[in-house]
């Protein structure tokens, strides 16, 4: 709330925040007030980390302005990019302006890598290797984690769900938001290979579905390539990429 004083002086305003802020916590089947931090979900919640982390940036940038030294952060979540340094100092300065902030790191979810190995960040993977154009250089690729993949599928199947009512295009157009939303969140990525087996999981989802609504045996359905389905407006998850 000091924060946020700092840039608004109007009573209601101050006072319509700070009513934002008490929210209930539920834990062990018991319901209490909380007195720190944001309610999780809350439309302000992310508006207020910002201006929180907001001192982490400006601190940042003042104590490690060098060229090969980045912060890349959206929310709480942060990547630090060092370049040919050792990351232990600067890991022992994020965590005494964290401390400064009465914040942690998630041990969990925190940890020192070489790009080499790659990392994930909102959901994108981040490896950087031989560039296929140049093999005398390297350029860091990105695409879809394995955790996106996994609930992207999960979405799909229940989408497709055991419903054998409605026709193939009712699903269809059902399914179609749900593929051009995660499209278009990967669209500019190196993201060509994943996009493949996304249509190929739909497609063979879709076959499946069709296939038990008609009663149709195994040997004597007639499959539906992805040509087929795209032609029924099916969206084509691939050849939608800003990259190659």
């Known amino acids: 709330m000091n924060l946020i004083k700092r840039r608004i002086r109007d009573k ?12 209930s916590v539920f834990q062990q089947d018991k319901t209490s007030l909380s007195n720190k931090g944001t309610p999780q979900g809350s439309v302000i919640s992310p508006l207020l980390a910002n ?3 907001h001192s982490l940036d ?3 940038r003042q104590h490690h302005n060098e060229w090969d030294t980045q912060m890349v952060r959206y929310c709480d979540d942060f990547v630090i990019l060092i370049r040919n340094k050792d ?21 969990e979810k925190t940890e020192i890598t070489k790009s080499e190995k790659g990392f994930n960040f909102l959901g994108v993977r981040m490896l950087l290797k031989k560039s ?3 093999r005398d250089k390297k350029f860091c690729y990105g695409f879809p984690t394995r955790k996106s993949m996994t609930e992207l599928r999960n979405k799909i199947r229940k989408e497709i769900g055991r419903d054998y009512q409605p026709s193939l295009a009712h699903k269809i157009n059902y399914l179609n938001p749900i593929l051009r939303g995660w499209t278009n969140y990967y669209n500019w990525l190196n993201s060509a290979i994943q ?6 999981y739909v497609a063979r989802k879709l076959n499946i579905w069709n296939r038990v609504k008609h009663m149709a045996k195994k ?8 040509k087929a389905l795209h032609t029924q407006r099916l969206y084509k998850v691939s050849g939608h990429l800003c990259y190659s």
Do not use: A, C, N, V
């Open 132 to 134: 296929k154009k140049s």
């Open 195 to 200: 996009f493949r087996k996304i249509d190929q």
């Open 12 to 23: 209601w305003i101050i006072r319509l925040i700070k009513g934002w802020l008490i929210h």
């Open 51 to 53: 201006i929180y982390l």
């Open 58 to 60: 400006k601190y940042w």
């Open 87 to 107: 990351p232990l100092p600067y890991m022992e300065s994020l965590k005494q302006m964290l401390s400064r902030l009465q914040l942690t790191l998630s041990e």
């Open 219 to 226: 040997r004597k359905y007639e499959w539906l390539s992805t």
